[in-house]
């Protein structure tokens, strides 16, 4: 409840609260993007292998065990491109986010202070 109340009046400090839980979703994101592709690289490995296997051997065997390999490589493949999918959504939240921050200070900037007059 204590970032409701900090955030009462201020569209700024929100935004702010705002970018801040983006910016922690981002990073678990990257972090998550580089554990894919660490999994995409060994399993395109393992998949190489099975095929060299499969075409060597030519049994039932190897010939399965590719087709494992190679689906779950899709798996992980797609999995990849979702997670790039969430870093780019997320990167273009954080980006109107900032443009309405930008927007709010500009236009605080432009009135004058409370309790200030001209005359």
Do not use: Y
């Not at 399993?43 to 292998?49: K, L, R, Y």
């Not at 899709?74 to 900032?98: N, P």
């Amino acid at each position: 409840m204590v970032g409701a109340q900090t955030s009462g009046g201020d569209p700024s400090v929100r935004i702010r609260e705002q970018l801040d839980e983006l910016a922690a979703k981002l990073a678990r994101a990257q972090q998550e993007l580089a554990v894919a592709r660490e999994q995409v690289a060994f399993q395109s490995g393992v998949a190489d292998d099975a095929q060299v296997r499969m075409v060597v051997s030519g049994t039932p065997l190897a010939d399965r065990e590719f087709r494992e390999a190679r689906d779950d490589l899709e798996r992980l493949k797609r999995h990849e491109e979702k997670t790039r999918g969430t870093i780019a959504e997320l990167s273009e939240e954080r980006d109107r986010l900032l443009e309405r921050l930008f927007e709010d200070i500009d236009s605080a900037e432009a009135r004058p202070a409370k309790g200030s007059r001209r005359s």
